[in-house]
């Protein structure tokens, strides 16, 4: 599905999107969530559509984050657990933190993938935070027009 390009400019007014990668999930959502809006819709009703698509993907990379990390810790106490059997059936003893760190160093994969989710976890709480940042701004210059309108019609400010 190709984006219009009007939806591409709002994306990069709105956060910063430079280019929309079609091949992306997310920006798929974003996208469809801008269209969905509508092209009258207001800048507080399209971050509203954004904020839900990043709300839905931290959902996902929540359990993500928590998959990956579960794997790496299940993976690392397993392969302790082997050294010590495999030290133990050979009469031989081995200290718990080299076999932590055997562990550790098997599980250079588990590790990766388990850092790479907290970062995207991460990323969706702070794309969230600024676009709640971004409404609360948005409610603010609204309420100052509002107030300059109101003092512009009781003739303040040297216009009546």
Do not use: C
């Not at 469809?32 to 507080?44: C, L, M, R, V």
């Amino acid at each position: 599905m190709t984006v219009h390009p009007g939806v591409a400019t709002i994306l990069r007014d709105l956060i910063g999107l430079d280019g929309i990668d079609e091949e992306n999930p997310l920006h798929q959502q974003l996208a469809d969530a801008i269209t969905n809006a509508g092209p009258g819709a207001s800048f507080g009703a399209r971050v509203v559509a954004l904020r839900y698509v990043f709300n839905w993907q931290l959902n996902d990379a929540g359990r993500v984050f928590a998959k990956a990390k579960a794997d790496y810790e299940h993976k690392v106490a397993r392969r302790v657990m082997e050294e010590t059997v495999k030290a133990a059936a050979e009469n031989r003893k081995i200290a718990l933190g080299l076999a932590e760190k055997i562990a550790e160093h098997d599980a250079y994969d588990e590790k990766l993938a388990y850092l790479l989710a907290e970062q995207r976890e991460r990323s969706m709480r702070n794309f969230l935070g600024t676009l709640g940042a971004a409404l609360d701004l948005h409610r603010t210059d609204r309420s100052d027009q509002r107030a300059a309108d109101k003092a512009s019609a009781q003739g303040y400010g040297g216009a009546a």
